[in-house]
């Protein structure tokens, strides 16, 4: 019974690369949320999304960021012309519905060199 | 975006004494959560709180559902090495928003 599975758990890229995160939710979540955490801080809720579709993207930059979670196949977190700014850890979670508790990755730590 | 209020940020304490830590908000919640990130890994769930005044154990974890549902309380009793790492609480709010919400964490070092 795998738990929510990310990939790479380390990543890195120099500036003006792509980025791209894989988040492969637990057997039964139809719900995934992306969370960034920087060194020595919080969790910073960046985007929730349902099969197909994006329920709340207010955390998550207007530009250079998006994802996906498609019907078959994990959500994918993309980072477009990485920058310094963005290296970080980024959480995967995933839930039944929107009431239970999060079960989190181990997240993928990204650098930009 | 909306954080929670965790205190206290961190703590050194010796092994074998008790911490408290807890979480407050200004909006009203209906669940509350605890959660433990060792260095390197993700949070992982430790107390889910469902109820007001609801008193949950787990193991030598103890977390409360204030009363007034504007906050909630995690007690580690007789801490040992392991306890290290950071503790998240996380408050999903009443409405408005069907996403929880997390708190800035507190980083627990425990000195043998």
């Known amino acids: 019974n795998a738990g929510v599975m990310q990939n790479p758990r380390h990543l890195v890229r120099r500036r003006g690369q792509e980025a791209r995160l894989r988040c492969s939710p637990m057997k039964g979540h139809s719900h995934v949320y992306w969370y960034r955490q920087l060194p020595e801080e919080g969790l910073k809720f960046m985007v929730y999304l349902q099969k197909e579709n994006i329920i709340d993207e207010s955390g998550m930059p207007k530009e250079r960021f998006s994802a996906e979670f498609p019907k078959e196949g994990p959500s994918i977190l993309r980072i477009q012309q990485v920058v310094r700014g963005d290296s970080a850890a980024y959480f995967c979670?995933?839930?039944?519905?929107?009431?239970?508790?999060?079960?989190f990755g181990s997240g993928t730590r990204l650098t930009v060199v | 975006g909306q954080q929670l209020n965790q205190s206290p940020q961190s703590m050194f304490i010796q092994e074998g004494e008790d911490v408290s830590m807890n979480c407050t908000s200004s909006?009203?919640?209906?669940?509350w959560l605890w959660y433990k990130q060792d260095p390197g890994e993700g949070p992982v769930l430790l107390i889910a709180l469902y109820k007001a005044g609801e008193l949950t154990s787990n193991g030598r974890l103890t977390a409360q559902f204030g009363i007034t549902r504007k906050d909630s309380f995690l007690n580690i009793s007789a801490s040992i090495p392991s306890d290290v790492g950071i503790y998240f609480c996380a408050g999903r709010p009443t409405s408005g928003t069907y996403k929880y919400i997390f708190g800035t964490g507190t980083r627990l070092k425990v000195l043998a």
């Open positions: 979670a995933s839930s039944q519905d929107s009431t239970y508790g999060y079960t």
């Open positions: 909006s009203i919640f209906n669940t």
